[in-house]
């Protein structure tokens, strides 16, 4: 019972030059490895991402930033890739900061379909440049506006033929919210499982937002972190 599950063959034509692009993942872990790595292989490049932060210069999502292929990045921290920072200091990567909180609620906020947030962080200071501000019963707000992507990727430990997955602890950082954002949802599984061999109350994101499974091959972490 094949129902969502495809071959990384199948699913790179919806991978563009220009894209927008969502991953899940925090410093790294929870990136999706296989798809990333497959970005990466077929050239795409002048990406839009959408992610917590810039990963290192060679883990996750650090590997697209590393080689160029993001123009502009929606994220909390780039601090732990320099590469990120050099390439913004010289314009080359444009790069708009959210506090962590906000950018989670951002995306949230593109999952449920609302139309934006209102809060007070920022107030009076340059955080407000370009933002629209709310008042409600006589307090101040500034309106940030929903994030959504054209493709969110994310990393699961589990999955069966519907979808369902199970991350792997904290490795589920931010991927519940960066797939339901996605116009296409795809993710990469170490393990795909017959239906109803998951525990449901394990299930984390249901079925309903994943449209792809893709298998992972896999990433040895120890190895990748001590190359950094």
Known sequence: MNVKITTLE????????????MIGGFGGVGNPPTLID????????????????????????GQL????????AIVSHIGS?????TQMTAGDLEVEFSPQGTLAERVRAGGVGLGGILLDIGLNTIA????EKVWVDGRPYLLEKPLTAE???IHAKQADPFGNLIYDTS???????????GEITIAEVDEIVEVGELDPEAVVTPGVFVDWIVPSKGVNWKWAWEKT
Request: hydrophobic residues 45%; charged residues 20%; proline residues 4%.
């Open 10 to 21: 199948k699913i790179m034509t919806y991978f563009q030059d220009g894209m927008t692009l």
């Open 38 to 61: 497959a970005i990466l292989q077929a050239g795409i490049s002048d990406i839009t991402l959408i992610s917590n932060d810039t990963a290192f210069p060679e883990v996750g999502v």
């Open 65 to 72: 930033i590393t080689q160029r292929r993001i123009k502009k």
């Open 81 to 85: 890739n320099p590469n990120a920072g």
């Open 128 to 131: 407000e440049e370009g933002k």
């Open 151 to 153: 493709v969110a990727i």
């Open 171 to 181: 490795a589920r950082n931010f991927s519940p919210l960066v797939a339901m954002a």
